[in-house]
Antibody
Framework: QVQLQESGPGLVKPSETLSLTCTVS????????WTWIRQPPGKGLECIGY???????NYNPSLKSRVTISVDTSKNHFSLKLNSMTAADTAVYYC?????????????WGKGTTVTVSS | DIQMTQSPSSLSASVGDRVTITCRAS??????LNWYQQKPGKAPKLLVYAASSLQSGVPSRFSGSGSGTDFTLTISSLQPEDFATYSCQQSYTTPLTFGGGTKVEIK
């Protein structure tokens, strides 16, 4: 069965860029959409954006100026870059698979990785 | 953005109780509504997609209904493992947005 694993630094300094990778195992990254979602402490879930395996992307307008999501099909992983980090970006970051038929939903999730923004 | 409002934000219930959680969208989203369960320190788990379709492996005591702007998630007989936070999510348009969550606690 498909499993997702986030990796990346747990601590980022203010103004720096966060880089996370989500590795897909047990299945191919092809033919699916993939998404990054975050959850600030004690708050709800926020979709950062998603990417098709072909590379087309869709970003949340609230983060669009700071976000880049990319995919590497040869490594079966996709990545998130979020620049100009502030304390407000402190959150648990999840990657997930997006099913689009019949409708969009996230059926497989990574365990999440905690990112703290602090100097 | 489409705003998703859940009610109540929390509730206390006993094992065996019937529990209903409501989710309201700020505009019509047809049946583009999903429900997730999240336990402390864990990732969300998909329960229901397309308003009423039960995800594979999810117990039949969970059910979803609704269309347009008003949706419900019902747990017919609450079990000990069901104490968790439940969130709705609309997939009608981007950005995909979530409700604030409903925490189901033990009475």
């Amino acid at each position: 069965q498909v499993q997702l694993q986030e990796s990346g630094p747990g601590l980022v300094k203010p103004s720096e860029t966060l880089s996370l990778t989500c590795t897909v195992s047990g299945g191919s990254i092809s033919s699916y959409y993939w998404t990054w979602i975050r959850q600030p402490p004690g708050k709800g879930l926020e979709c950062i954006g998603y990417i098709y395996y072909s590379g087309s992307t869709n970003y949340n307008p609230s983060l669009k100026s700071r976000v880049t999501i990319s995919v590497d099909t040869s490594k079966n992983h996709f990545s998130l870059k979020l620049n100009s980090m502030t304390a407000a970006d402190t959150a648990v970051y999840y990657c997930a698979r997006v099913v689009v038929t019949p409708l969009y939903y996230m059926d497989v999730w990574g365990k999440g990785t905690t990112v703290t923004v602090s100097s | 953005d489409i705003q998703m409002t859940q009610s109540p934000s929390s509730l206390s219930a006993s094992v065996g109780d019937r529990v209903t959680i409501t989710c309201r969208a700020s505009q019509s989203i047809s049946r583009n509504l999903n429900w997730y369960q999240q336990k402390p320190g864990k990732a969300p788990k998909l329960l229901v997609y397309a308003a009423s379709s039960l995800q594979s492996g999810v117990p039949s005591r969970f059910s979803g209904s609704g269309s347009g702007t008003d949706f419900t998630l019902t747990i017919s007989s609450l079990q000990p493992e069901d104490f968790a936070t439940y969130s709705c999510q609309q997939s009608y348009t981007t950005p995909l947005t979530f409700g604030g969550g409903t925490k189901v606690e033990i009475k």
